[in-house]
Nanobody, 115 residues
Framework: QVQVVESGGGLVQAGGSLRLSCAAS????????MGWYRQAPGKQRELVATIPRGGTTNYGDSVKDRFTISRDNTKNTAYLQMNSLKPEDTAVYYC?????????WGQGTQVTVSS
């Protein structure tokens, strides 16, 4: 059974930090790219960061220089280190794992940044 499970969300004050984790399991094929996306109430889901299996990371403009994505291929796990958090970072954060054939999404983890 395929599972993509996010963890690490929560409530934090502005200026604080959180580290999200995403563990993918049960996926038969090689995971090429892992990524984080977020969706705030009333807004479309947007790219936060992606990391290919062996290549250059990519970040959304609003999180550059504050967030860092990394992954452990041996564990099929991705991480998102979020620093200098702002109230506008409040959203549900979703993990996505892409193979050559299909994209798998997690259920999301809530991040709330208070001012």
């Amino acid at each position: 059974q395929v599972q993509v499970v996010e963890s690490g969300g929560g409530l934090v004050q502005a200026g604080g930090s959180l580290r999200l984790s995403c563990a993918a399991s049960g996926i038969r094929f090689v995971i090429n790219t892992m990524g984080w996306y977020r969706q705030a109430p009333g807004k479309q889901r947007e790219l936060v960061a992606t990391i290919p299996r062996g290549g250059t990371t990519n970040y959304g403009d609003s999180v550059k220089d504050r967030f860092t994505i990394s992954r452990d291929n041996t564990k099929n796990t991705a991480y998102l280190q979020m620093n200098s958090l702002k109230p506008e970072d409040t959203a549900v954060y979703y993990c996505r794992a892409d193979t050559s054939f299909q994209a798998y999404w997690g259920q999301g983890t809530q991040v709330t940044v208070s001012s």
